[in-house]
């Protein structure tokens, strides 16, 4: 009896639109992903390529949310690390295209050679879901002695946020005076 009367509470909840409060609550953000995405930089430059595997494991710090960090080597085109997609590790990247034909690892590679690294808006399957929504990624390059072209990269799954906004949270998370990290 009492599992019903949650349940309906959960129902009423929903009808009055909080239920969203707590779907907001399993969404990364934008600055989650950024800080998640330079610790792994800073976390791989420490621990050098013996930090891999770290990156590969579900039950990680590196998965939280509905979010990931994903690390890959573009210059030697292959996935490094994946926790979701672990079929995808050592294999080829750089011909993974998403439903309308862009090219990910390409725009990810290019993006995460800026100097703050950048973002890339691509169709993936959200964790969970099965089926394709928008993603954008935040790449950013690791600086890994005797390895070169290794990047790091998470994404938050909106549909409404644009790349402008995105930069602006980069751009403000990248000026120490305008933001505390997490």
């Known amino acids: 009896m009492r599992a019903v009367k949650r349940i309906g509470w959960i ?3 929903a009808a009055c639109g909080l239920g969203r409060v707590a779907m907001a609550a399993e969404t990364a953000t934008p600055e989650e992903v950024i800080s998640k995405v330079r610790a792994a930089a800073s976390f791989l430059h420490n621990k050098g390529t013996s930090g891999y595997a770290d990156f590969n494991n579900r039950d990680s710090n590196w998965v939280w949310k509905d979010s990931y960090v994903f690390v890959y080597d573009c210059r030697q085109d292959r996935m490094i690390a994946h926790p979701m997609r672990p079929d995808l590790v050592g294999k080829p ?3 993974i295209t998403d439903n309308s034909g862009k090219y990910i690892f390409k725009e990810l590679c290019d993006a995460g050679n ?3 690294g950048g973002w890339v808006e691509y169709a993936w399957s959200k964790p969970g879901a099965g089926a394709l929504s928008r993603k954008i990624s935040y790449a950013l390059a690791a600086d890994i002695s005797f390895a070169s072209g290794i990047q790091v990269s998470a994404g938050v799954y ?5 790349i402008p906004q995105l930069d602006a949270v980069l751009k403000k998370m990248s000026d120490p005076s305008r933001y505390q990290a997490l």
């Open 158 to 162: 909106d549909e409404l946020m644009t």
């Open 114 to 116: 800026e100097p703050h």
């Open 11 to 13: 129902a009423v909840l």
């Open 93 to 95: 990247i750089m011909q």
